[in-house]
């Protein structure tokens, strides 16, 4: 019994011992492990504090310290973003070494991952995106994971979009893989817009991607969703006025570059509203010679844009819309971030402010030579009638006009010619092209206007004819138009403006009058009309002299030729002139069935002592060409006997006539039936018997039997 009790108590004594020794050790162990774990965190605090005094050299030391000892992920981290930091090629080398290991040695820690994927976007694309793709496998709310994707396959897009490369001397098209680049891009910003929709580095993203595309619509909703949720700057209302100019909502367009230029500071406005329009000074019809600065540029170009306006009868300026589209698509399009140059002073952006985006252009990939040379990358703009071309010999984005390379340069254009003198040349001789665009379809109205002395003393009665322009698309049984009239002087003074509403019937298809009484200037006459129904069109701006009639002195109107000419009242298609009634032409094409009538004025016949005026008509048709037909000989024959005035008198027609009235309306018709067809310059001579004043009016018109 003693024996067991004995037995017992040893097996216990062992047992303590084992266990003391047990706990000895592990006490022993965790205090190696913390103090080496204090080690390691003491050398990385260190570096840390470092970096909060701005000492980078003592931060390295330790962060290399702290590698060496212990190859931590968080010194690999710090170390890398410090060589990053030095900016050069073998700094940014060590950086990337340093990112991809500590992405290894803590593969689920994002914020490694994600700088070690940012590095890689400049000069290892395709590892960058893999590394994107693996942080949304670990976090699929990353939405700047989703975004950079985005960004990343958008450049790709920009960059082969119209693109070729040169197999064996053939062009072969890029579009399909660029087509590819967009709808993934697109998928990737829109991913990112479901974790954040009001996202703004997303959405300007995505709004550019559909600009460069051509899917202007897409892009519209999302910039006016920053807008709502105010939560937008002068970028993006400058994209939006881009957007809505490209969809041709001119008012709206218009609205978003007032509202882009009242967000930016002055070096920017000046920019964008003077400095770009210099381009244009050396037209001769609008500046001898102007020299802007801050003082005159707002007179000055204001004085530019008023000139260039196509339609007045709008609240908004188009020209000026165009040229703020150009300077926005120049600046969004080609600036060079890293030089820091603005677009609107690249050789692509000038060209683009000058004569707007060219119909079509083709980028030429970069290619190897049989000669050892290299074809840097070349772009080739086609406009109507002009090409123009622009390489990158630097690969840095700064596209210059095409220079012709020597014997000795390794670096070649893929295009032959000298575009540097070529532009430059072109510069001066034609500083701008602009076509208008409009809100709506451009459309035609034939039109004509007639001068007659007016009642008024010291006025010119005008007669604007215009027949509206007639679609048989539109189903409306009336359609409205807007009509406005403007004179402008010399001096950009508008001097007359006469603005009205219209409705027409769907079968009118009657010539409409405008009548004007107007000071004799010279200047500039604006005629316009828009279709209320889809907004079609019709502007027509000519340099124009409104003839000054004499009060006194011997003077004639302008020859006008219409359908019909009446004493009794007609229809709304005439035009009223004391008791006679016109129906004037627009179109001075003629077939077998339209009557022919020709009407003039003659203004202070003098008298004789009976009182009565005395003058001689000639009436003379040359056919425009070198030889006359024998239709040209029957001249008289083919004229209506008669010839008419206000007081319903009829005479035969004779060279020499008396009146009574010492300013006669005067009208008869011809008849060409036995006219050959052709064109034919119709000419009246007047000559005062008493006075011996002459005057001479003529028109020309075509014959089609």
Sequence with gaps: M???????LIEVFILVISISSTIYSFCTNQANQTSEGKEKTDLYIKGITSLNIKDTLKAEKYFKESIRS???AASYFELAKLYLKKNSFLSRNIAYEYFRKAALLEPDNIEYRYAFADLMKDFARNSAIKEYKKIILIDSSRTDAYLNLGDMKARDFKEFNRSVRIESGIYMSLQESAGKDFYESEKYFLKALLLDSLNYSTIIKLALLYEGAGKYEKGIPLLKKLVRNKKDDKDVHLLLGLLYYKTSKMKDSHEEYKTALGMMNKIERFDFTVNSVSFFLGQPELFESVFLNEENSDLVTESFWKASDPLILTDYNERLLEHYTRVAYSNLNFS???LGIAGWVTDMGKTVIRYGEPLNRIRIRPAFNADGTVGVKTEVWNYD???VAFTDPFSNGNYQFVWPASDRDKLRPQVTGNYVDYMDNLFRNSPSYYKPKYEGPAVDVPYLIAQFKSDKRNHTDLYINYLPPHDENLKSDSINYKVGIFFIDKELSEKYRKT??????RENKFVHVITVTIQPDSGSLAFELIRELDKGTFSSHRIFTIKKFSNNLFDISDLLIANDVSNEEKAESYFKRNDLNIKPYVEYEFKKTDPIF???EIYN??????GLTNFEQSLIITENKDEQKSGISKLFSSITNFLGFSSEQKITLKSNYKTLDTSPQIY?????????PGEYQIKINIKDNLSGHEKEIEKKITWQK
């Design 500 to 505: 009205g509403n219209v409705c027409i019937s």
């Design 385 to 387: 009638g002009l090409n």
């Design 598 to 600: 020709l009407y003039y």
């Design 605 to 610: 016949l003098e008298k004789d002592n009976d």
């Design 336 to 338: 060079v971030p890293s």
């Design 2 to 8: 003693k024996l067991s009790k004995i037995k017992i």
């Design 70 to 72: 212990y190859g931590d």
């Design 668 to 676: 008869f018709q011809l008849d060409l039936n036995n006219f050959e």
